[in-house]
């Protein structure tokens, strides 16, 4: 019977203990700096985004300030859920186009004839 408690299939054996180990703290080292990524990307995001929102689409500060930090925590939060973190990110997106179009106001930057 291969497999039973103690045989090379179940970590009984040294090697095989040791090489689930290593394959062990290779995903943790790997999903953590997933994560380290994760996170940079978003400041990174909120950085850009937040001038890019407020300067090029004359949003009001206040609300693409947030709706980008909504956007840059979805992609923290895909690392751990998600499917959540899809929905948080097409409601801030949303919400960035919305104050997008919602802040230009007509005539303006225009030079009348």
């Not at 090697?15 to 180990?21: F, H, L, R, S, Y």
Request: aromatic share 4%; net charge positive.
């Amino acid at each position: 019977m291969a497999g039973a408690a103690g045989g090379p299939q179940a970590g009984g054996d040294r090697d095989g203990g040791a090489v689930g180990e290593r394959v062990a703290r290779r995903s943790t080292q790997r999903d953590a700096w997933m994560r380290v990524g994760a996170v940079a990307a978003g400041v990174a995001l909120l950085v850009v985004g937040s001038i890019l929102g407020s300067s090029i689409y004359r949003g009001p500060l206040l609300f693409v300030f947030l709706f980008t930090a909504a956007q840059a925590g979805a992609l923290v939060l895909a690392t751990v859920r998600p499917r959540t973190a899809a929905i948080a990110a097409l409601v801030a997106s949303a919400g960035i186009m919305v104050v997008a179009h919602g802040g230009c106001r007509p005539g303006r930057g225009r030079s009348r004839p």
